[in-house]
Structures are given as C-alpha cells and as structure tokens.
C-alpha cells in the first residue's frame, strides 16, 4: 500500500497560442461595394464617351429646373430621359430622339386655334347684330309716337315686343277706342297715321315682315257667309296697303294672314277688345332667307385665313420653337492621364 501511494499523477500543461484565427467577413463587404462602385463609374465614363454634345445638353436641360421647355417633359418612350438607349446600339425605338418636347396645350398657338370663329359663331353674330337692329327700331317707333302730338294719346294702344319670330309690333283695340268700323275692314283715319308711322320706322330695316289680322270671339250670326276668318285677312289687307302707301317695299312682305279669334291677347277673356288687333311682326333673317348659312359664311373672314396679326405672332412662336439650341457650356472634360482620371 505505501509503495503505490508513492505513484505521482502526471501533470498535463495546455498552452494557449495567441495571434492568427478567424478575422469576419467585412472585408468582403467592402470589397463588393468597391467592385460595385468602379463598374457604375466606368458605366458613367462609356456613358459619357458614346452620347453626343447635343445629347449631353438636352440631358443638362432635363435636370435643369429654370429650363423652359425640357424640364416639364414626363418621362416615356421619345422624350429626353424617355427610356430610349442614347447610344446606337441596342433595342431602341427609334434612332433620332428629339431635343425639344412638342408644343404644350395652353400655348399661344393653341388657344388661336380654339377661338377661330367657325360657321355658328359666325351665325351667332349676325343674330345679335340683328337683335340690336331690332330693338333699336323698337326705340325709335316709341320716340316717334311720343314726338307726335296727335299720336301720343294713342301709345297706349301700341305693343311693341320681342318675340322667337322677331320684333312685334301690335296695334290694338281698346274699349270705346276701335282701330277699324265696327265688322268692317274700313280703317280710321287716326289707325292710318299710326300704321304709316310705324311703317316709316321699319322700312329702314332689311328684314321681310308678316301681317296678321286678329279679331275677338265675338262672331257673326249663324249662317253668315262672312266670318272672322274674312274679317281679320280684310283687316291685316288693309294694313298691307296702308303699309305700301307709306313707302314700304312690296317685296319685303313676306305674307298677310287672318287669324280670327285663334290667337288671344287675353287668352281667359275671349271678347276683350283688345284682342282685335293687328301685329306687324319684323320677321328674323335667319326664318326668310334660305342663303342666311352662306351669309353667315360671308360675313366673317374665311376660317382657313388668318389676320396679319395672327401671322405675325405664328411666325414668332414658330421662330421661337424652331430656334437651334444654344451649346450649354462645358462643365468639366475628361481626358486620358497616366493610370488616373481628371476630374474639373
């Protein structure tokens, strides 16, 4: 037992090396984004190499905020920065690109183009010069009335209005004041001074007028061979002549018609005086004439010509789009050194 108790253990001794082992990755990160960043740049230098000085600037332009007409352009297919390759080669759409966007709506020679005067608005002119015609005639029947000293009493008995045929013009009964003898198409003297008054004023226009006779409800006895159909075409006759005689001409009465009681001035009381009466009415040109279209085509310069002054402003905006693009100054070059590259 002693002699085993003697035995020593051995004794084991562990160095720890230092120095060496694993050292990460980073530096495989850095090397990749250094790879990356020397392919983008020599992508930049081929870039640079293959575009044309002309290229350059409408890419200058493009970035270029204060830019007029470039850096509105969106970009697409065949507009500066519009997808198309800037080199010769490869899929492009086609091999000239412009420099210059096309000319925007809302310019100068878009908006002459939507205001030429085309065929309605020529129309549309001569109805409102007609219109103010008309009313101004309208202006001198009263002023005439008014300036007569043996008419006036009568203005009461004159309607003067503007209606979808044109200007109306009425001369009516009034209760215990008749235009015409009782049944009878025989005018009073003070109907007949009117009536050539009226016709003194309108004569001056150019329009056709219409002649209507109306009477009341009031008819005659049953059997009649004479009714208010013969009364009222008699009448409005009547008025033709009168009109002739005071120096309108014959060729501007378009018609003469008796309306009997078809057409009340008081529609809820048929036998009121006032609706035997005579209406003159100032016809529209644009209802008698068949050549009013080819008027209206005449009236207005032809749309496909243009005033000297719209020539003139086209040939300045056309002198302005057209113009060739000033070269935009270098801002740096780049040449071939020794191993290295200049930069301004």
Same mark, same amino acid.
Request: glycine share 6%; net charge neutral.
């Given at each position: 037992?002693?002699?085993?108790?003697?035995?020593?253990?051995?004794?084991?001794?562990?160095?720890?090396?230092?120095?060496?082992?694993?050292?990460?990755?980073?530096?495989? +990160?850095?090397?990749?984004?250094? @790879?990356? =960043?020397?392919?983008?740049?020599?992508? !930049?230098?081929?870039?640079?190499?293959?575009?044309?000085?002309?290229?350059?600037?409408?890419?200058?332009?493009?970035?270029?905020?204060?830019?007029?007409? +470039?850096?509105?352009?969106?970009?697409? =297919?065949?507009?500066?920065?519009?997808?198309?390759?800037?080199?010769?080669?490869?899929?492009?759409?086609?091999?000239?690109?412009?420099?210059?966007?096309?000319?925007?709506?809302?310019?100068?020679?878009?908006?002459?183009?939507?205001?030429?005067?085309?065929?309605?608005?020529?129309?549309?002119? !001569?109805?409102?010069?007609?219109?103010?015609?008309?009313?101004?005639?309208?202006?001198?029947?009263?002023?005439?009335?008014?300036?007569?000293?043996?008419?006036?009493?009568?203005?009461?008995?004159?309607? @003067? /209005?503007?209606?979808?045929?044109?200007?109306?013009?009425?001369?009516?009964?009034?209760?215990?004041?008749?235009?015409?003898?009782?049944?009878?198409?025989?005018?009073?003297?003070?109907?007949?001074?009117?009536?050539?008054? +009226?016709?003194? +004023?309108?004569?001056?226009?150019?329009?056709?007028?219409?002649?209507?006779?109306?009477? /009341?409800?009031?008819?005659?006895?049953?059997? %009649?061979?004479?009714?208010?159909?013969?009364?009222?075409?008699?009448?409005?006759?009547?008025?033709?002549?009168?009109? !002739?005689?005071?120096?309108?001409?014959?060729?501007?009465?378009?018609?003469?018609?008796?309306? =009997? /009681?078809?057409?009340?001035?008081?529609?809820?009381?048929?036998?009121?005086?006032?609706?035997?009466?005579?209406?003159?009415?100032?016809?529209?040109?644009?209802?008698?004439?068949?050549?009013?279209?080819?008027?209206?085509?005449?009236?207005?310069?032809?749309?496909?010509?243009?005033?000297?002054?719209?020539?003139?402003?086209?040939? %300045?905006? /056309?002198?302005?789009?057209?113009?060739?693009?000033?070269?935009?100054?270098?801002?740096?070059?780049?040449?071939?050194?020794?191993? %290295?590259?200049?930069?301004?």
């Amino acid at each position: 037992m002693a002699e085993e108790d003697k035995v020593q253990q051995p004794i084991i001794v562990k160095k720890i090396k230092k120095g060496g082992g694993h050292h990460g990755g980073a530096w495989k +990160v850095a090397y990749a984004d250094f @790879v990356t =960043a020397m392919m983008a740049f020599f992508l !930049l230098l081929w870039l640079l190499n293959v575009t044309t000085e002309e290229q350059k600037n409408a890419i200058s332009n493009y970035f270029d905020p204060t830019h007029p007409k +470039v850096s509105d352009f969106t970009s697409g =297919a065949g507009g500066v920065m519009g997808g198309l390759s800037v080199a010769p080669e490869g899929a492009m759409v086609s091999t000239q690109q412009p420099i210059s966007s096309t000319t925007p709506s809302g310019t100068a020679v878009n908006n002459k183009s939507a205001k030429k005067d085309n065929l309605e608005d020529a129309k549309e002119k !001569l109805r409102k010069d007609e219109e103010s015609r008309m009313k101004q005639a309208r202006k001198e029947i009263e002023q005439a009335i008014n300036d007569d000293p043996e008419l006036k009493e009568l203005k009461d008995q004159l309607l @003067v /209005d503007m209606t979808p045929e044109g200007l109306r013009i009425q001369v009516i009964d009034k209760e215990g004041k008749p235009m015409f003898a009782s049944g009878s198409a025989r005018m009073f003297d003070k109907t007949r001074k009117l009536l050539e008054k +009226v016709g003194s +004023v309108i004569k001056k226009q150019p329009n056709e007028i219409s002649v209507r006779g109306h009477t /009341d409800s009031v008819g005659y006895a049953p059997g %009649a061979a004479y009714t208010n159909w013969e009364l009222s075409a008699d009448r409005a006759n009547s008025s033709r002549r009168v009109l !002739l005689d005071s120096g309108f001409p014959p060729e501007r009465i378009n018609n003469v018609v008796g309306k =009997a /009681d078809t057409e009340h001035l008081f529609k809820d009381d048929p036998t009121n005086a006032s609706n035997r009466r005579i209406s003159i009415i100032l016809l529209k040109e644009e209802l008698t004439n068949p050549d009013f279209e080819k008027k209206a085509a005449a009236a207005l310069p032809d749309i496909r010509k243009k005033t000297e002054e719209e020539r003139e402003e086209e040939k %300045a905006d /056309d002198a302005y789009l057209d113009r060739p693009v000033a070269p935009m100054p270098k801002i740096g070059t780049f040449k071939k050194s020794s191993g %290295a590259v200049e930069f301004p």
